[in-house]
């Protein structure tokens, strides 16, 4: 194994900056160069710890992470980004005596670890709900429908690209910590709706630390 860089630089040392490198070299091997990039590795190898830390899959994980971000990290960051994650959200009841489920709520917390603004998170929340995403809906519409205040569950208004205006309304919530949920067309004009659903989201990051 060689590397070409330097096997180039010794060519030109030799024969002149001139001399035909690629022309000689293809004399001795019938394949490309094979071209490898660490850092590239990096990031596939740092998104494959996400993807194990939080049993989500390639797509959830990487549309957090802009290509390039990763790389931008020590190993040493984004491995302790793993460490007792669901520490920061055990308190965490979706109802009495029973947890939320936690394969986002990990993404979040490990996201905001490596440096992912809370708006950036809030934003894709919230096209996760505008988008009718139900396996996001099912794992976070109970965090984001309790109101603090009261305990009760709130309705959730979204703006949909399919549906307008509606709301969700947690109809059940299973002892796996999902929900079922109702969506019902709001006839109302909710001109804050957006706003109001970025500040349950906000408030729902808040608890995650």
Not at 44 to 62: E, F, M, P, W
Not at 89 to 95: D, Y
Not at 105 to 111: N, P, Q, S, T, Y
Not at 131 to 142: E, S, T
Request: proline share 2%; net charge neutral.
């Amino acid at each position: 194994m060689m590397h070409e860089d330097n096997t180039k630089a010794l060519f030109h040392h030799f024969y002149g900056e001139e001399a035909d490198y690629d022309g000689y070299m293809s004399k001795f091997y019938n394949k490309d160069i094979f071209k490898f990039s660490l850092e590239e590795e990096k990031e596939k190898y740092a998104i494959r710890l996400i993807v194990q830390n939080t049993g989500l899959d390639v797509y959830r994980v990487t549309e957090f992470f802009e290509n390039g971000f990763l790389t931008s990290l020590s190993m040493r960051k984004i491995v302790s980004a793993m460490d007792k994650v669901e520490e920061q959200f055990r308190s965490l009841e979706v109802k009495e005596g029973v947890k939320p489920d936690p394969q986002l709520l990990r993404l979040f917390v490990i996201a905001k670890r490596l440096g992912i603004s809370n708006d950036y998170i809030v934003l894709k929340i919230a096209q996760y709900f505008s988008n009718i995403d139900r396996f996001c809906i099912d794992r976070l519409l109970p965090l984001l429908a309790r109101n603090p205040k009261t305990n009760t569950l709130d309705k959730v208004y979204v703006q949909t690209d399919n549906y307008g205006i509606c709301y969700l309304l947690v109809e059940d919530i299973k002892n796996n910590g999902l929900c079922s949920y109702s969506m019902i067309e709001s006839y109302n004009n909710h001109n804050d709706g957006e706003k109001k659903l970025k500040q349950k989201i906000a408030y729902m990051l808040s608890l995650l630390g």
